[in-house]
C-alpha cells in the first residue's frame, strides 16, 4: 500500500528532505525522494508547500552580476584580403582558434 504522506503531513516530510539535503532540492528531487520513502506527492503540490513554507533551492536564486561583460568578437585585420595563393611554404597559416595543441594538457 502506497501512502499518500507520511502521517498525514507532507510539509513536515517536504522540509525535512529539503533541509537535509542543503536546500539544493527542487520539485522534481524532492518528488523523487518522496517516492523513495514509498510517499506520493504531486510536483505542484510539493511546490505549493515550498512557497508557503518559502524554502527556495539554492539553485534557483539568480547570481549577481556586478558589470556585463563584453562579447568576444573583437574585429581583426584583413591581411590575407582572400589572396591564397602562396609562393613558399607555409607562409601563411589560417586555423581556427577553438582548438590549439600546445605540450601536454597539464
Known amino acids: 500500500m502506497v501512502q499518500l504522506y507520511e502521517n498525514g ?22 518528488k523523487f525522494k518522496f517516492q523513495e520513502r514509498g ?3 504531486t510536483r505542484r503540490r510539493i511546490g505549493r508547500i515550498m512557497k508557503e513554507q518559502g524554502l527556495v533551492s539554492t539553485y534557483t536564486i539568480a547570481q549577481y552580476k ?6 568576444n568578437e573583437a574585429t581583426t585585420k584583413n591581411v590575407l584580403d582572400r589572396e591564397f595563393e602562396q609562393t ?19
Not at 556586478?66 to 562579447?71: F, S
Not at 607562409?91 to 594538457?105: A, E, I, K, Q
Open 88 to 106: 613558399e611554404s607555409k607562409r601563411f597559416v589560417v586555423s581556427d582558434l577553438t582548438v590549439v595543441s600546445y605540450g601536454s594538457w597539464q
Open 39 to 41: 510517499l506520493v506527492a
Open 66 to 71: 556586478p558589470n556585463k561583460t563584453a562579447c
Open 9 to 30: 503531513k507532507p510539509r513536515a516530510a517536504i522540509v525535512e528532505i529539503f533541509h537535509k539535503n542543503r536546500k539544493a532540492y527542487g520539485t522534481r528531487k524532492l
